[in-house]
């Protein structure tokens, strides 16, 4: 019986899944580095905003929006990067302009969107880090977790007191390993107790992807406070970078 060689096939070229925010009009290649579909790491310069679909749907004349991270959502969409000027510049005619369709959909819509969307990842990274046993919460355990991976990441409760003055807090946030999210009662709820004060995750993935979560929602929430067509790319940089740095504590 005569054996057929297999045929040379050249590498399977994948396409190149490349999008391009309606804010600024730079394309990303999604899987350069991706850490999850559809949230690919974006330019330096622009303090490593995530590009987010956005899956648009009108109804009566009025738009709304759902800030689609995972990017499976069906129907009309448009992708932006988390940055305020890239998120302003897309409601007053970058939408339009994809969608070639008169898309009037109100910036503060988009901002809870994206604020809700950002809360929601956060969550679920959370919890997925509860059941992988990737999180280790408490003073003591993530201590510990210290100890043997010094490179984790913190999420420190925005109501942590005195914990937040700790050295193990203050030389994270030095280093820019510690994010501020959520009261010590929110982070309870995940690790099944009344209250967390301080998480520690030594997954690097997950803290990578935590990170940008805590990064976008600041990003989405700068832009609600932000001045009319301000557009200082300097002001939403600080802000990431707080959100990441220093933890929001009393
Ligand atoms: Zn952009």
Do not use: Y
């Amino acid at each position: 019986m005569a054996v057929l060689a297999p045929s040379p096939r050249p590498p399977k070229a994948a396409a190149k899944r490349e999008r391009t925010c309606v804010g600024c009009g730079d394309a990303v290649d999604l899987d350069e580095g991706a850490l999850e579909p559809g949230i690919a790491p974006s330019a330096e310069q622009r303090g490593g905003a995530t590009l987010l679909r956005v899956a648009l749907a009108e109804a009566d004349g009025a738009w709304t929006c759902v800030v689609d991270a995972p990017a499976n959502l069906g129907g009309r969409g448009a992708w932006v990067h988390a940055a305020p000027k890239c998120l302003q510049r897309a409601c007053k005619g970058g939408f339009s302009k994809a969608l070639k369709t008169k898309v009037d959909l109100p910036l503060a819509t988009l901002v809870e969107a994206g604020q809700l969307a950002a809360e929601r990842r956060m969550e679920g990274l959370l919890a997925s880090a509860r059941r992988g046993r990737l999180a280790a919460f408490g003073h003591d355990a993530c201590r510990e977790l210290l100890a043997k991976e010094p490179d984790a990441l913190l999420v420190v409760a925005t109501d942590a007191g005195a914990i937040a003055r700790s050295r193990e807090v203050e030389d994270a946030v030095r280093l820019g390993r510690a994010v501020a999210w959520a009261t010590k009662r929110r982070l309870g709820v995940f690790f099944g107790k009344e209250e967390v004060a301080l998480v520690a995750i030594a997954d690097p993935r997950m803290s990578v992807a935590i990170v940008r979560a805590v990064a976008d929602r600041a990003a989405f929430a700068a832009c609600s406070v932000e001045p009319k067509g301000s557009e200082t790319t300097t002001k939403s940089t600080k802000v990431e970078g707080e959100a990441c740095r220093s933890p929001e504590v009393r």
